[in-house]
């Protein structure tokens, strides 16, 4: 395999609430230094890109030295919060934007899907803009024509084709915009967050075709998106970005679950000192933790994946046949499922006093959807409630492929189950 492209020290500077340098006396400053050969002084200051905290600089690096190779045929994931850089480095890559310092070498065509209708003219029809983008690309008319009837198959949009793109909805306008990118053959797609904006049969259309387009064509994808579950189908590496830096590059497994735990300021929750408790008293939950297969904790968790809930406790007399239920709850105060060692455990669990231990209640594929949700922990015995807290820990379910499909169930309702489905 070749490097179809290369990023190279790739930063991206702007200066607050202004465009361009905001001032005729910063532009001399810089035209004076490139003059007498010097660095642009304005490269030594700036601030790193965090929206959540208050600047001190009036400017701000929104890409701070990017380096990266993507190998022909490969599909390179991009995640990371908003406000990463994500949007910026596509931009850059697409030469939308120049980098402020840096290089990008490309071999070939790139087409790029940054938001809905990338390159379209309202007034042109569907068909004008097909040919208007195709030329951009570099293709001759003969090319386009081509693809013409399968771009306009492919986006469902036959019956609007020679009306407006102005009058077109957003998601019409997504669906021939993607038409137009993947069929006219760009050696390199760059495809943003906008398969969002799509419904659930153009996202399964067109997943299958950046596949086809990677493995069976051997063009590159780069790919930005929030949905974990696309970006682990699709993609075969990743890189992850915070406040303009690269945090993180390798497989994408490694990267999702990197994304996932990174940042995340929850930690193991203790339990001991809080006094919102009922129960009898002799026995305390003391800590809680949802952990992946890695033993590393999580609070953003994938439907489908496998977790483990790990309950620190210590019994303060003898009990017996004691049950422990860990119950989740969404943000409704809705009970969606629970665990209960006494439904799926033969042996019966005594506890002498001053037993102090832990258990792991190990689910292997994890049936919630996307939602906030929060663990509320009881502890039974032969002789009553033993223990019971509300609201011990808070989760996120950020998205998953619960059913191998790499697409997630829209409906937050219930639980997600594996079935099959049979239409005779």
Not at 76 to 81: A, P, R, S, T, W
Not at 102 to 117: D, F, H, M, W, Y
Not at 244 to 258: I, K, L, P, Q, R
Not at 315 to 335: H, Y
Request: proline residues 2%; hydrophobic residues 40%.
């Amino acid at each position: 395999m070749s490097v179809i492209l290369k990023a190279e020290n790739i930063s991206k500077q702007y200066r607050l609430g202004v465009v361009g340098t905001g001032t005729i006396s910063h532009d001399l400053n810089r035209w004076w230094a490139r003059i007498r050969g010097k660095e642009d002084p304005y490269l030594k200051v700036g601030s790193v890109n965090d929206r959540s905290t208050k600047a001190d600089s009036a400017y701000v690096w929104a890409l701070k030295a990017i380096n990266f190779e993507v190998q022909k045929g490969e599909v390179l994931g991009i995640i990371g919060k908003n406000g990463a850089g994500k949007s910026t480095l596509l931009k850059i890559l697409s030469r939308v934007t120049i980098p402020t310092t840096g290089e990008i070498k490309t071999r070939g065509r790139i087409a790029s899907l940054l938001e809905v209708g990338t390159g379209f003219h309202p007034e042109l029809t569907g068909r004008e803009n097909m040919y208007l983008n195709g030329a951009i690309l570099g293709m001759t008319k003969a090319e386009i024509k081509a693809k013409e009837q399968e771009i306009i198959e492919f986006s469902g949009c036959e019956r609007y084709v020679d009306t407006p793109v102005k009058r077109y909805s957003s998601g019409m306008r997504v669906r021939l915009a993607f038409a137009v990118a993947a069929f006219l053959e760009p050696d390199i797609l760059v495809i943003d967050e906008v398969l969002a904006v799509g419904d659930a049969e153009f996202q399964k259309k067109a997943i299958g075709k950046m596949q086809d387009i990677s493995k069976g064509d051997g063009r590159t994808v780069l790919f930005v998106s929030h949905n974990m579950a696309a970006v682990k189908s699709l993609c075969t590496r990743a890189i992850v970005l915070e406040h303009g830096t690269t945090v993180f590059e390798g497989g994408t497994d490694e990267a999702v679950d990197f994304y996932l735990r990174h940042g995340q300021k929850q930690e193991s929750i203790s339990l001991e000192s809080r006094l919102d408790r009922l129960g009898r008293g002799n026995f305390i939950f003391r800590q809680v933790a949802i952990l992946n297969l890695k033993n590393k904790e999580q609070t953003d968790l994938l439907s489908g994946e496998s977790y483990k809930i790990r309950v620190h406790f210590k019994a303060l007399t003898n009990l017996k046949r004691v049950g422990i239920r860990i119950r989740f709850v969404d943000s409704n105060g809705v009970v969606r499922f629970l665990c209960n060692n006494y439904f799926v455990n033969n042996k019966v669990v005594n506890f002498n006093a001053l037993d102090s231990s832990y258990a792991d209640c190990l689910i292997p594929k994890f049936p919630l959807p996307n939602g906030y949700y929060c663990i509320q922990l009881t502890c039974f015995s032969a002789d009553g409630i033993e223990d019971d807290i509300e609201n011990v820990l808070s989760f996120n379910v950020v998205g998953g492929n619960f059913f191998g499909s790499g697409r997630e169930q829209g409906s937050k309702e219930g639980v997600l189950v594996d079935y099959k489905f049979i239409i005779n």
